[in-house]
């Protein structure tokens, strides 16, 4: 089974300034999918950025971006510029390739707060 | 387009009763998955439908029990409820997953459920 950690229980960032969030996880398949999600205080679950493990190279969306370490098993989120909107939970996940188990598989969860 | 609804938003139910909570996925997708998400414990994967059958199921009881209908909506029943069943239970919908291939996962804003 695969596991999804996530150490960090709380950040917080000056507004403007850049901040890593990180993830480890476990899991013996080749090919996957790994997730950021974003949970602010209306509960719904928003998709931040999504990494395909096959592919070496680090996803980015506009200010966030991942440092994927496959060997490491190794997903750190980075968000440049850090806005008031951001502050939220925020959750690394993973999903299986394998045909019947593509649940999603969370860490914990790291509250960011962001400082005006 | 309408996004995944939920329904009821809170829900407050006494030890031993049954709850009921509903979800309708977006237009067009056939998968609906439920998660519980407990204080501290991050998402934990409940059940997955799609086309109306029971795909995968998490490690919880019999209890936890559900169905989906011709529309896709689903709803989720537990029964002989327990105080530590009081949580926020999400629903999301996607696609059906074809193996390889991520069509991302469309969450709704959650059902508070609180036992007393």
């Known amino acids: 089974a695969q596991t999804v950690t996530q150490s960090q229980p709380e950040m917080s960032v000056q507004e403007a300034e850049t901040v890593t969030l990180s993830c480890t996880y476990d899991?013996?398949?080749?090919?996957?999918?790994l997730f950021w999600y974003k949970q602010p205080p209306s509960r719904q679950m928003i998709l931040v950025i999504r990494?395909?493990?096959?592919?070496?190279q680090n996803a980015t969306e506009n200010r966030f971006s991942v440092n994927f370490q496959k060997a490491a098993k190794s997903f750190s989120l980075k968000i440049s510029d850090s806005q008031l909107g951001d502050a939220a939970m925020y959750f690394c996940?993973?999903?299986?390739?394998?045909?019947?188990?593509?649940?999603?598989?969370f860490g914990t969860g790291t509250r960011l707060t962001i400082i005006p | 387009e309408a996004g995944v609804t939920q329904s009821p938003t809170h829900l407050i139910k006494t030890r031993g009763q049954q709850a009921t909570l509903r979800c309708s996925p977006i237009s067009g997708h056939t998968s609906v998955y439920w998660y519980q998400q407990a204080l501290g414990l991050g998402l934990q994967f409940l059940l997955w439908?799609?086309?109306?059958?029971?795909?995968n199921r998490g490690n919880f009881p019999p209890r936890f029990s559900g169905r989906q209908f011709p529309n896709y909506s689903s709803e989720l029943n537990v029964n002989a409820l327990e105080l530590e069943d009081s949580a926020l239970y999400l629903c999301a919908s996607s696609l059906v997953p074809d193996r390889g291939h991520d069509y991302g996962y469309t969450f709704g804003s959650g059902t508070r459920l609180t036992v007393v």
């Open positions: 990494q395909e493990a096959y592919k070496q």
């Open positions: 439908y799609d086309e109306g059958e029971e795909r």
């Open positions: 996940a993973y999903r299986s390739t394998n045909f019947g188990n593509e649940k999603l598989t």
């Open positions: 899991t013996s398949e080749s090919d996957y999918y």
